[in-house]
């Protein structure tokens, strides 16, 4: 395969109206690095048409200007956040295993089912490849499939189709895209060396975070033969049949301009520019520190910058719905991102030293996160009722802070709310 070495950028919108937003190249900067370049076409940034936004309100605002990066081998941010990540980027190795695959490539490498409105083409013209999204019902199918690829068998006749529907997806553990009552959701298939139930506790854990008031995501938990799956229902999307995308998105890591391995960035980071480039940023930066209450509470440590992003619906840039909450009872203490002066450290003490980065007082704060809490103490409950074994819930109570249940057994002792 010879390497691609530019894209143009096309925005869709809910409409079903494609617009071309700009070019992408790549070049080598020096030898053995690359670098990126993007640059706005003149209708987009003079925004004729009345719907212009920037793909990033820090990084590539609307202008005229060349825009260079050498940052993530040269994609700019929001690029990245449209193309394979680690699982997609497997299934793509899979079907290409001796391809020398360029930044450009990964862009064309999935269908438009990926993430947000964003879609690229080789010309301006714009040639969509048809929909990726398979049915729900085939579901014990695609877990049979992933199976396989978990113990290295020969792909199945299926295989064409269901890579098609995961490779657009990012993380790391198997993933589709389907379509189920008229919406699509992306599926997330139990991995046969899970030590728990991680599908029961992410459902379970999204279901509990709308209880306390948190904007999350819908998801349904399903028996898929052996295994089970969590479905999340996508927030990027209109209704069947044409599934237009609705939103433009724009992950807290492309937001923050770090590399994919940075142990940068923090909680107050996205705060900031919620503040400074958000339509509702009081509104959010309160729900951001809900969120950040919630994950020290209920243990969810792989909370990085991937797993917090904006969007942009039209009307402005806001926080995104909640996408991924999952206890770790296994996970090393301490947050992916900072979230007080104490840097990652989950405790109630550190979330309260940060409250004024979001617009709280100390009194509000500490009157959220009781709120959350007096929800949170019956987590227990709460699983059980949605499906979760017994193994799995004596398993988290290891990622639990300690004030959420009276023994605080197999949990680490954090302060009570002062």
Known sequence: MTPTHGAFVHARSLEGETRLVGRYRYVQSEPGKLAGQFQ????????????????????????????????????????????????????????????????????????????????????????????????????????????????????????????????????????????????????KFQKRDDEFDQCGAEHAAMRMARLCGIDAAETKLVDVGRRRAVLVKRFDRTAGPHFHPTLHFLSALSLLNHDETSDSGSYADIAAELRRHGARPQEDRVELYRRMVFNVLCGNHDDHLKNHALIHDGAGWRLSPAFYVVPQPDFYPVQ?????????????????????????????????????????????????????????????????????????????????VP
Request: glycine residues 10%; hydrophobic residues 40%; contains cysteine.
């Open 40 to 187: 706005y076409v003149g209708s987009w940034y003079r925004n004729d048409h009345g719907r212009a936004f920037p793909l990033d309100p820090v990084n590539l605002p609307l202008s005229d200007e060349l825009f260079a990066t050498t940052r993530r081998a040269g994609l700019f941010g929001p690029l990245a956040d449209a193309a394979p990540d680690t699982w997609g980027r497997r299934l793509v190795r899979l079907e290409n295993p001796n391809a020398i695959l360029s930044s450009t490539d990964w862009l064309f490498a999935t269908g438009d089912d990926r993430v947000g409105c964003l879609t690229f083409s080789r010309t301006p013209e714009l040639s969509s490849p048809p929909p990726t999204h398979l049915s729900v019902t085939l579901l014990a199918d695609i877990a049979e499939e992933f199976e396989r690829i978990e113990h290295g068998k020969p792909a199945t006749a299926l295989a064409e189709q269901i890579y098609r529907a995961g490779k657009s997806l990012g993380g790391a553990r198997p993933k589709a895209v389907v379509e189920d009552d008229g919406a699509l959701w992306i599926a």
């Open 336 to 416: 992916a991102i900072a979230i007080g002066r104490m840097g990652g450290i989950p405790t109630i003490e550190n979330c309260l030293s940060s409250c004024t980065d979001f617009g709280l007082s100390l009194d509000d704060a500490r009157s959220l996160i009781g709120a959350t809490v007096d929800v949170m103490k019956r987590w227990r409950a709460i699983f059980d009722e949605l499906g979760v074994s017994a193994a799995t819930i004596a398993r988290l109570g290891q990622a639990f802070a300690a004030i959420l249940s009276d023994e605080g057994e197999g949990t680490e002792a954090r302060p009570n």
